[in-house]
């Protein structure tokens, strides 16, 4: 969920602003040293920004014009933390802010905290937890995931509630806001989790040498989990389009907006998203942003097979 354009009173949106900018500074820097100490690792950045384009584009559209999705920073939470997260997030949020009409700019400072620092830093400590635990790293994958998406709207519903605490205080409209994602999102949760694990297991298979640490190679998903976990995925997809469009639920994006003007009456949003978009144009362009997503993993992968391809050229030129 994330909040929309106009939809935080000005001083919360400075405050949220202020509190992620020095994440941000701080996700510069990790990203640079990462780059210079590990080259190699470019890529796998440019894969984990690609997966969070992929999966956030997976936008359930709703009868009542409401969405939910998955945030997708799973990927890049395991592999590099919250800092370099916080940096993949932000570009994510200001493409679909200045292009999709979804989120906002003035909304960003907000978004980026619940998205791209509050849940990866809880995903991370449960990653950390569950590792401990001698656990499948699958299992510690998907908990990661799971945790970061969960969380995300948490921390989301928090911001709402502190900036319209209603008659009830912060904390009855913290239930509120947590009401209106609780339904489609907790599915969507799972098929983030079980996406990302599997994931996972395929970069565990592909490339072991970029998994420094994570011990994917002993956590891998055969083929017989892999058929049922994709099973689980699918019927969670379905079971969340069900909801949100045969149940007369709504999705988590518009009806956060409805709940805060249910708890405000009187509150108007103060500014307006760049564009003006239809739901068919929107969700079209929601497609387009998961192709390019795509578009990049794609070209990731042929990168790194033909570079495996020289590297096994060069080593058989040296042994003849």
Same mark, same amino acid.
């Given at each position: 969920?994330?909040?929309?354009?106009?939809?935080?009173?000005?001083?919360?949106?400075?405050?949220?602003?202020?509190?992620?900018?020095?994440?941000?500074?701080?996700?510069?820097?990790?990203?640079?040293?990462?780059?210079?100490?590990?080259?190699?690792?470019?890529?796998?950045?440019?894969?984990?920004?690609?997966?969070?384009?992929?999966?956030?584009?997976?936008?359930?559209?709703?009868?009542?014009?409401?969405?939910?999705?998955?945030?997708?920073?799973?990927?890049?939470?395991?592999?590099?933390?919250?800092?370099?997260?916080?940096?993949?997030?932000?570009?994510?949020?200001?493409?679909?802010?200045?292009?999709?009409?979804?989120?906002?700019?003035?909304?960003?400072?907000?978004?980026?905290?619940?998205?791209?620092?509050?849940?990866?830093?809880?995903?991370?400590?449960?990653?950390?937890?569950?590792?401990?635990?001698?656990?499948?790293?699958?299992?510690?994958?998907?908990?990661?995931?799971?945790?970061?998406?969960?969380?995300?709207?948490?921390?989301?519903?928090? &911001?709402?509630?502190?900036?319209?605490?209603?008659?009830?205080?912060?904390?009855?409209?913290? &239930?509120?806001?947590?009401?209106?994602?609780?339904?489609? &999102?907790?599915?969507?949760?799972?098929?983030?989790?079980?996406?990302?694990?599997?994931?996972?297991?395929?970069?565990?298979?592909?490339?072991?040498?970029?998994?420094?640490?994570?011990?994917?190679?002993?956590?891998?998903?055969?083929?017989?989990?892999?058929?049922?976990?994709?099973?689980?995925?699918?019927?969670?997809?379905?079971?969340?389009?069900?909801?949100?469009?045969?149940?007369?639920?709504?999705?988590?994006?518009?009806?956060?907006?409805?709940?805060? &003007?249910?708890?405000?009456?009187?509150?108007?949003?103060?500014?307006?998203?760049?564009?003006?978009?239809?739901?068919?144009?929107?969700?079209?362009?929601?497609?387009?942003?998961?192709?390019?997503?795509?578009?990049?993993?794609?070209?990731?992968?042929?990168?790194?097979?033909?570079?495996?391809?020289?590297?096994?050229?060069?080593?058989?030129?040296?042994?003849?």
């Amino acid at each position: 969920m994330h909040i929309m354009e106009g939809f935080l009173p000005l001083e919360w949106c400075i405050f949220w602003a202020l509190l992620s900018a020095p994440v941000l500074v701080w996700g510069f820097h990790r990203l640079r040293v990462l780059f210079q100490e590990q080259p190699e690792k470019k890529l796998l950045v440019a894969v984990a920004g690609a997966f969070m384009l992929v999966l956030s584009s997976l936008k359930l559209p709703s009868i009542g014009g409401s969405s939910s999705h998955p945030t997708g920073a799973g990927v890049s939470t395991v592999l590099f933390g919250v800092g370099v997260t916080s940096i993949l997030t932000t570009i994510v949020l200001m493409f679909q802010a200045m292009l999709l009409a979804h989120g906002g700019i003035t909304t960003l400072g907000a978004n980026i905290f619940s998205m791209g620092i509050a849940g990866p830093f809880f995903g991370i400590l449960v990653y950390r937890a569950v590792m401990r635990t001698q656990a499948r790293s699958s299992v510690a994958v998907f908990s990661a995931a799971f945790t970061a998406d969960l969380m995300t709207y948490v921390v989301t519903s928090g &911001q709402l509630a502190l900036a319209f605490p209603g008659e009830g205080g912060a904390f009855a409209s913290f &239930q509120v806001f947590m009401a209106v994602f609780a339904f489609t &999102q907790l599915p969507l949760a799972i098929v983030e989790g079980v996406v990302t694990a599997m994931f996972f297991s395929f970069l565990g298979r592909t490339r072991p040498e970029l998994m420094d640490g994570l011990s994917l190679s002993e956590g891998r998903i055969g083929r017989k989990a892999s058929k049922v976990l994709a099973a689980v995925t699918i019927v969670c997809l379905i079971g969340a389009v069900a909801m949100v469009n045969l149940g007369g639920l709504q999705g988590t994006d518009d009806k956060g907006g409805e709940a805060v &003007q249910d708890l405000v009456p009187d509150f108007a949003p103060w500014a307006n998203s760049l564009l003006e978009l239809d739901d068919t144009t929107e969700i079209i362009l929601f497609i387009v942003q998961g192709l390019i997503g795509a578009v990049l993993l794609v070209y990731v992968f042929i990168r790194w097979r033909r570079r495996k391809a020289l590297v096994e050229e060069s080593s058989d030129v040296r042994d003849g």
